[in-house]
């Protein structure tokens, strides 16, 4: 069915340096890799996939660029760190990665450090605009579902936060107040005002949950991109994460008069708004524990067993699709945790902050030798 899968791409930003200390040099990193690109603080780097929309072709595009840096990396004594959150002790002052770039004066003078995180961006392809839209409703509704399974940022300059996602805590999202868009010309219209008001610098300064995407935002659009999720180190998970959504969204163009938030819930528009924005922030505290409120009928729910129900109603399409497969690590998480819980057992177990992470380099790094 490969035919009928939509198109995926991804934007994966990593925190680079040693066993115990977050090291810049994205500016080395984008001359020397033309798929990489340089974050506003030096310690990030990210790379772009192409989309494609057979998942055997996404897992080469996720796995060879991390494993380039790696070798890269390696050779100058430098490792990827896979947490979502600046981790291990470090400088609290923000590192510009390019001091002559206006935009990234802008996010150092008004938001500082706290825009140092990494982060993985699912893009998925929908031309129509109408479908899109509506998409992008029903995923923003349930985001929180998607933060908790990839939660993986639990520690902050060497201490435990409380938090299972640090990274969205302390993430400005910008503008504060972001409506459910009806259509194009509304998304349009409320992008100029916000620019116009200075609530946002450009087109790139809409930091939120989800957003749509394209060529020539505001105005051509074909794609939908969810920003919510941490860093995914496996990208088994992350595929199967990005099967769980896409997967959602071929459910939603089956059903789009139940499954449309602004036609299918209890809750008024403005309820729903603030509905989401508080299931994201008790999502990033606790995760797959939290307990959050359901866009349809307003009843409390574990995000847990919110997650399984949907992926229970998933099924039919899944088997359609002949996706079940992909979902399995998803299921795996749900029955051992994220990669946050495991972390947070392990600090109560004992160990330090610096051996958790190391373990997790070194699976990042049997992942990558596994794949060749």
Known sequence: ???????????????????????????????????FVKEPDKRNVEYITTPEKDYKFLYEKLITPRKNLRQWLNNRGLTIIPSSTLCFKHDIEFQRSDINNTYHQFIQDNYGISVATSSVHINIGIDDL????????LIRSEAALYLSISASSPFLNNKITGNHSQRW???????????????????????????????????????????PNGPQRPLILDRLELR???????????????????LRI????????????????????????????????????????????????GKKVIC?????????????????????????????VLEEGNQSMKWINQYQKGLSIEQIINISIDDMMKEEEESV
């Not at 359609?320 to 795996?332: A, C, E, G, T």
């Open 130 to 137: 109408d479908r899109l839209f509506a998409a992008i409703r």
């Open 304 to 332: 847990r067993e919110w997650i399984e129900n949907l992926l229970s109603d998933l099924s039919p399409t899944a088997e359609k699709f002949n996706m079940q497969h992909l979902l399995k690590p998803v299921y795996k």
């Open 228 to 246: 919510i999720c941490d860093f995914v180190q496996d990208i088994n998970l992350l595929l199967g994460i990005t099967a769980m959504l896409e």
């Open 250 to 297: 071929l459910n939603l163009f089956e059903n789009l008069q139940t499954l449309d938030p602004m036609t299918s819930s209890i809750f008024s528009i403005d309820e729903l708004i603030e509905i989401c924005d508080q299931n994201e922030m008790i999502a990033a505290k606790e995760s797959l524990n939290s307990e959050l409120i359901h866009w349809q009928d």
């Open 169 to 211: 805590i302390q993430f400005p999202k910008t503008p504060s107040k972001v409506p459910f868009f009806v259509n194009h010309k509304c998304y349009i219209d409320w992008i100029k005002q916000n620019i116009a008001n200075k609530n946002m610098q450009n087109i790139r300064h809409f930091w939120s949950s989800i957003r």
């Open 1 to 35: 069915m490969i035919k009928n899968n939509l198109y995926k791409g991804f934007e994966v930003e990593l925190f680079t340096g040693s066993s115990n200390s977050h090291i810049g040099v994205s500016t080395d990193v984008e001359e020397k890799f033309p798929d």
